[in-house]
């Protein structure tokens, strides 16, 4: 093998990876913000884990964190910058 095609396999390589990152970041971040969501505005919900466990200020808190994290997740995989 040529020092050019094993560039070119590199490249194509990191291009695959990339796009393989990219997408498992667009799922985790989704997957992210919903559950941020769902702790955010879980007090609207009528479901038995508001009973046994009812919200408070760390479950809005934890939920605002999540949509960030998740937002971020989203934002790299957008981006790609995983070799650079």
Same mark, same amino acid.
């Given at each position: 093998? $040529?020092?050019? $095609?094993?560039?070119? #396999?590199?490249?194509?390589?990191? @291009?695959?990876?990339? @796009?393989?990152? $990219?997408?498992?970041? #667009?799922?985790?971040?989704?997957?992210?913000?919903?559950?941020?969501?769902?702790?955010?505005?879980?007090?609207?919900?009528?479901?038995?884990?508001? =009973?046994? !466990?009812?919200?408070?200020?760390?479950? =809005?808190?934890?939920?605002?964190?999540?949509?960030? !994290?998740? $937002?971020?997740?989203? #934002?790299?995989? !957008? =981006? =790609?910058? !995983?070799? @650079?």
């Amino acid at each position: 093998m $040529s020092i050019k $095609s094993n560039e070119e #396999y590199e490249q194509q390589r990191n @291009k695959q990876v990339s @796009k393989m990152r $990219s997408m498992f970041d #667009y799922v985790m971040g989704t997957l992210i913000i919903f559950i941020g969501l769902f702790l955010l505005f879980r007090f609207m919900l009528d479901i038995r884990l508001n =009973k046994l !466990y009812p919200p408070d200020i760390f479950d =809005k808190i934890y939920g605002i964190l999540a949509i960030l !994290y998740g $937002s971020w997740r989203l #934002y790299r995989g !957008y =981006k =790609k910058n !995983y070799f @650079k």
